[in-house]
């Protein structure tokens, strides 16, 4: 047995310690890991953000390279949730009695969002600053957090989106907040490079970490009042986007009733293979929706620029993807945007 | 101010008072819309409870302050004692604005110059009292102000009363259920729970899925889980859920075993008289056995059969089978024995599962076959992880429109972490395969 060392710092080799237990889902050891730094000395904060934030940025990496499987990766994270957990109930909120004294603050993923382990960690951050925090969640249906409003009358809403598939429904949470008088700041990569969409969708404030949101809380909060009154406010979606989401189902249908033919490779398709396609198909369809639904064609060049790099490292050839993209496209031809979106992003994916 | 500005001033004020059902939000609201048409400072006192008055001010270079002071000191600011009385507002001109208490406003306004102290018209009782004030000598409130100061106060105090009307109903219905939401599974040593649960998206948080989980006791070694489904959704199912739950404990203290547990509720429900009410419901008793093995002793009534994930990643349905609860004067239970080595996973869960509708093309059900895919590649997983991810994968499937409560409950027999890791040993490889199925894209 060797004599315990005081770790009072994290660094790359106790990272990969780290890494190697929630890659087990040694959910017990990674809990007394981030006990034990606790004991030593290393402030909560350092540990939420560098170790279990950080780790679970390179599980996300470690999945698109397909080096982890889908459910080790939810084994990981399962385990980083139960550190924090322990982290939180080791860690009295701090302020003036021990009594939260900044203000009361609900915290939500978007409807549909299901990665809750960010808006935990920023929940703890939170608390740790002083916020008496509700965490409503993973996808907290729209009428649950607006009902939690009129209950609870927090200083802000913390709405967090992982996902640009998300945002029409963010903007219509975000829309009800506004309209019952509570400033929302939002979170995540689903608002865009630098949160650029946040504030299309009337949010008042971006963080782009859970340490700026802290900060951006800090001071100035609540913003300013200002009216929703104004008729020039944001005109999101049109009538191809009411159509794509409409059409949705057909659209799949059709489509996987033509797979075999535009890629021969899908009539060989068990029945666990096609379902899989036809839910590559649905974010197709969900994407496409979302960068109607925004008028940012980013959104969707980016996720088809990423889903062929996931699909190469697995082995699955471009076309695939392309065949994909065209059973879509065949079926909206009378849809100038989208028709356009879907053969833009045809022609940047790699030809082999 | 002139009739267009008093108009849009109502106006807004309509709109952000009509806002929020939350009183606390109301009253801020109220206090800076005063502040920002009608006055240099204003303060809202609500009427006296348990001799205390809640306030809330905002006046000039402060955030909004929030406070409580006794019932006694009301009568120190002029008019106050008769707007919380329900009594017609006194005209500004009758109120000295030099016998206001120093405490009422922040010294931030100076000496005040004009007081003005109006009714917040309730539900048939005053919902408060507005204090509005002016800084400096020459302030003064004109009969325009006071006028345009009422319609404002009687908005307010509509809003007011509105949301306090429903935070009481808030609140009586957390109380009611509080009893009826899902427990917090307790820990028990040697057997990982967990439980999830979902009611139907339009429903409170509450409906006829239940769970529940009773520890040993002095009389019983043995864990006794339980998840059932109330025909029928919200309240009403909720309530019955709540009966049988309590039921449930009951028996588990007298020592009933799950199959003579079905039974007693059977007649029980039989004999409660209510109409076309029943229940299915399977009841486990969990015990440890030996080398980290964990036994369950399951019974189910009209219930879909557990299903048992192995640790090669095979999925087994168990072999249970009963009659509904509560219909027949007589049940018929096929109890069944399930042995679960370390890793391997029994899981428990309505029928809202596997009827989920969704798909691509909106309408085709999950399915106990996708079910049991899914199960399957939560193959060494945590139970915790394991249950997410199933709730992850319905709610993708029904792209989070299920319309039935759902409830999950899984019992797992723990693995034991290899010793080599707790020293920082070389990692074991990893049991889990990558699946060749082309991935679910996700940024």
């Given at each position: 047995m060797t004599a315990h060392q005081v770790v009072t710092r994290i660094d790359g080799a106790l990272a990969d310690h780290y890494l190697s237990l929630v890659a087990d889902g040694d959910e017990q050891a990674a809990a007394e890991l981030v006990l034990g730094l606790l004991d030593d000395g290393v402030p909560a904060q350092r540990i939420i953000v560098d170790l279990i934030g950080a780790t679970q940025a390179r599980v996300g990496e470690l999945w698109a390279a397909n080096e982890w499987s889908v459910a080790r990766e939810h084994a990981a994270t399962a385990a980083g949730e139960r550190a924090l957990a322990a982290l939180a109930g080791r860690t009295p909120p701090v302020g003036?009695?021990?009594?939260?004294?900044r203000g009361r603050i609900a915290l939500a993923c978007v409807?549909?969002?299901?990665?809750g382990l960010p808006a935990r960690m920023l929940a703890e951050l939170l608390r740790l600053d002083g916020w008496r925090v509700d965490?409503?969640?993973?996808?907290?249906p729209g009428r649950h957090l607006i009902t939690h409003l009129h209950q609870t009358g927090p200083d802000a809403v913390a709405l967090s989106c992982?996902?640009?598939?998300r945002l029409p429904r963010a903007h219509a949470a975000i829309t009800a907040c506004r309209a019952a008088g509570v400033p929302v700041i939002a979170g995540g990569r689903g608002f865009g490079p630098d949160g650029r969409w946040a504030q299309r969708l009337g949010a008042h404030a971006w963080a782009a970490t859970g340490e700026e949101a802290v900060t951006r809380l800090?001071?100035?909060?609540?913003p300013p009042y200002v009216s929703?009154?104004?008729?020039?406010g944001p005109n999101l979606g049109d009538e191809e986007y009411t159509h794509l989401v409409r059409s949705r189902p057909e659209l799949i249908t059709t489509a996987m009733q033509r797979l075999a033919a535009a890629?021969?490779?899908?009539?060989?398709?068990d029945q666990s293979q096609a379902d899989s396609t036809a839910e590559d198909l649905g974010h197709i369809v969900d994407f496409l929706a979302a960068a109607l639904y925004m008028g940012e064609p980013a959104i969707f060049l980016d996720f088809t620029r990423w889903t062929a790099e996931v699909l190469q490292a697995r082995n699955v050839p471009p076309n695939a993807l392309r065949a994909g993209l065209h059973l879509i496209q065949d079926q909206l031809s009378d849809f100038p945007s989208a028709a356009d979106l879907l053969n833009r992003a045809s022609t940047q994916i790699p030809k082999t | 101010m002139t009739a267009l500005l008093q108009a849009s001033f109502l106006t807004e004020a309509g709109h952000r008072l009509s806002a929020s059902l939350n009183t606390r939000r109301v009253v801020r609201t109220t206090v800076e819309l005063a502040v920002t048409h009608l006055a240099d400072a204003a303060v809202v006192v609500r009427p006296a409870h348990r001799r205390q008055s809640a306030w809330t001010r905002l006046a000039p270079g402060n955030q909004i302050e929030e406070g409580t002071l006794r019932?006694?000191?009301?009568?120190?600011?002029?008019?106050l004692t008769e707007a919380l009385g329900g009594f017609p507002p006194i005209p500004s001109?009758?109120?000295?604005?030099?016998?206001?208490?120093?405490?009422?406003?922040?010294?931030?306004?100076?000496?005040?110059g004009a007081l003005l102290v109006v009714p917040l018209p309730g539900?048939?009782?005053?919902?408060g009292a507005l204090i509005l004030a002016r800084g400096g000598p020459d302030a003064v409130f004109t009969p325009e102000d006071e006028m345009l100061a009422r319609v404002f106060a009687a908005r307010a105090g509509t809003a007011i009363a509105a949301a306090v009307l429903y935070q009481e109903q808030v609140e009586i219905t957390a109380v009611l259920q509080a009893d009826l939401l899902p427990p917090e599974l307790p820990r028990v040593d040697g057997i990982e729970l967990t439980g999830s649960y979902q009611a139907a998206?339009?429903?409170?948080?509450?409906?006829g899925d239940f769970y529940d989980v009773f520890t040993p006791d002095d009389d019983n070694t043995d864990t006794v889980i339980a998840l059932g489904d109330v025909c029928g959704t919200g309240p009403e199912a909720a309530v019955l859920t709540g009966k049988i739950r309590q039921t449930l404990r009951a028996l588990r203290l007298v020592g009933t075993g799950p199959e003579q547990m079905l039974h007693v509720l059977n007649k029980a429900l039989q004999q409660s008289?209510?109409?076309s009410r029943f229940v299915t419901l399977v009841v486990g008793s969990v015990t440890r056995s030996d080398h980290g093995r964990v036994r369950l002793d399951l019974a189910t009534g009209g219930h879909p059969p557990p299903l048992i994930l192995r640790t090669d990643g095979t999925v087994e349905e168990a072999p249970v089978s009963g009659t509904l609860i509560g219909v027949l004067p007589k049940t018929v239970v096929r109890p069944a024995t399930v042995e679960l080595a370390p890793g391997e996973l029994c899981l428990m869960f309505s029928d809202g599962l596997t009827e989920a509708r969704g798909g691509p093309a909106g309408s085709e059900q999950y399915g106990e076959e996708r079910l049991r895919q899914a199960l399957s590649s939560?193959?060494?997983?945590?139970g915790a992880a394991a249950v997410e991810r199933i709730r992850q994968l319905v709610s993708d499937w029904s792209h989070g429109g299920h319309s039935d409560d759902i409830a999950m409950l899984a019992v797992r027999a723990p693995t034991r972490t290899p010793l080599s890791l707790r020293g920082g040993g070389a990692a074991t490889p990893s049991p889990w395969a990558i699946p060749d199925r082309p991935p679910r894209p996700r940024p």
């Open positions: 003036r009695s021990g009594r939260p004294f409807d549909g969002e299901w990665h965490y409503l969640g993973a996808s907290v992982m996902l640009p598939t800090s001071v100035d909060w609540p929703d009154l104004s008729p020039d890629y021969p490779e899908a009539d060989h398709y | 019932e006694s000191l009301l009568a120190e600011v002029p008019g001109r009758w109120l000295d604005p030099a016998q206001a208490p120093a405490w009422l406003v922040p010294a931030s306004l100076g000496p005040i539900n048939a009782e005053p919902a998206r339009e429903a409170l948080r509450i409906g008289g209510r109409q939560c193959r060494g997983i945590p």
